[in-house]
């Protein structure tokens, strides 16, 4: 089964990186936790909503180069004002329209993960566009009287983080990046197999519908953490149902780990000031850095883990003293391989233990 392949080469992965020491991976973990500390007090003190947002872009920004952080940046900012703008657009013309709302989720998730897989150099930008199209239509589903002051704020600190990882990176990992600046005449992906685009479009599909059944359900149903369901589904499914699979195990591996790590903090004296606090949350994001630098098979759990940690650990202005966010992001990673997998085995015809991974 897939489950026990990805488990396999996670275990693996993790033995490799005990091995032995990379300076190398050590100085992009520097960065990176550098830079998630330095977004978040700076967010705080900003009196940002949702500092915690500053934190995780500095983490999924920071690279193992300057170059790559500074276009992988770029790509990001622009990626979020640009769906920033024109999903306000849209909102602001059917913000009372349900199914008008629902039309825009579905067609989206589908633009976006064919943009992400055939798109060249710029396919970040686009997918970036499309989660923040997606994220403020389900928000205009479930908060329509905030979406300006959500839609401000989330790009307010996610444009933050970004350009603490990119500083951050100069620091540490000063490279040229004119050795990475694209051009027009970047080469797009290679052309896919009537196979590959068959399951490109499952995939698709199966992402769409789930992305549409999120805000019915959890409104029907009256249930927290319908935004986390569809950042979770967004960002968790790949055109590879093998790399869906591994995103997604690893994904629950790192917010355990994560969150747990961060719920025993809050519990203890350390958690409860704000020196002890940025202390302990650095050398920990250094960790989970290391490992989101190291061993591919392994590498997604450390960026899952910071993330977790930072949901945990930063929930407002200073340390963090609620469990809720933690528990809620678990049960929404949970709850969106669950509906997903349900859906998507309406598309399946093959056996998916045939499959083999790349």
């Known amino acids: 089964m897939h489950a026990a392949i990805v488990i396999k080469e996670f275990r693996q992965g ?49 690279r ?19 769906g920033c703008i024109l999903s306000l657009i849209l909102l602001g013309t059917f913000i009372d329209n349900v199914f008008a709302i629902l039309c825009i989720i579905f067609f989206t998730s589908i633009a976006t993960v064919i943009v992400s897989d055939t798109r060249g150099w710029d396919s970040y930008a686009w997918v970036m566009a499309g989660f923040m199209i997606v994220l403020l ?7 329509p009287e905030s979406i300006f002051n959500f839609a401000f704020y989330r790009t307010f600190e996610i444009s933050l983080g970004t350009i603490m990882a990119i500083i951050m990176s100069a620091i540490v ?11 027009t005449n970047s080469p797009t992906k290679s052309k896919m197999s009537p196979e590959q685009e068959s399951e490109l479009v499952k995939q698709a599909i199966s992402l769409a519908l789930a992305m549409v059944s999120v805000p019915l359900i959890w409104k029907w149903l009256d249930l927290p953490g319908v935004l986390q369901i569809g950042v979770t589904s967004l960002i968790l499914l790949q055109p ?19 969150g747990s790590i961060g719920l025993i903090l809050l519990g203890s004296p350390a958690g409860h000031y704000l020196i002890t606090w940025g202390a302990l949350y650095w050398v920990l994001i250094f960790i ?27 929930q407002g202005l200073g340390p963090g003293t609620e469990l809720q966010p933690p528990i809620t992001r678990l049960c929404g990673i949970l709850a969106a ?21 790349e």
């Not at 973990?29 to 995780?56: C, F, H, M, T």
């Not at 193992?64 to 004002?81: E, F, N």
């Not at 190291?294 to 930063?314: E, W």
Request: proline share 5%; with cysteine.
């Open 337 to 357: 391989l669950i509906l997903w997998n349900i859906i998507h085995a309406l598309f399946e015809k093959d056996d998916p233990t045939q499959k083999q991974p």
């Open 240 to 258: 590879d149902p093998m790399q869906s699979w591994h995103k997604g195990i690893l994904r629950i591996i790192g917010c355990t780990t994560g």
């Open 173 to 183: 990992n000063p490279t040229s990046p004119e050795s990475v600046k694209p051009t």
């Open 14 to 62: 993790i033995a490799k990186e005990l091995q032995s020491f990379n300076k190398e991976q050590a100085r992009c973990a520097l960065g990176a936790a550098s830079a998630a500390l330095g977004a978040v007090l700076i967010a705080n003190w900003l009196n940002l909503d949702k500092p915690y947002w500053s934190g995780i872009s500095a983490l999924v920004v920071s």
């Open 288 to 314: 989970f850095s290391y490992i989101d630098h190291g061993d591919p098979r392994c590498s997604y759990m450390g960026l899952q883990g910071g993330i977790a940690l930072t949901l945990t650990l930063v």
């Open 64 to 82: 193992s180069s300057y170059d790559a952080s500074l276009v992988k940046g770029a790509l990001r900012i622009a990626g979020t004002i640009g």
């Open 137 to 143: 239509s389900i928000a205009g589903l479930v908060i």
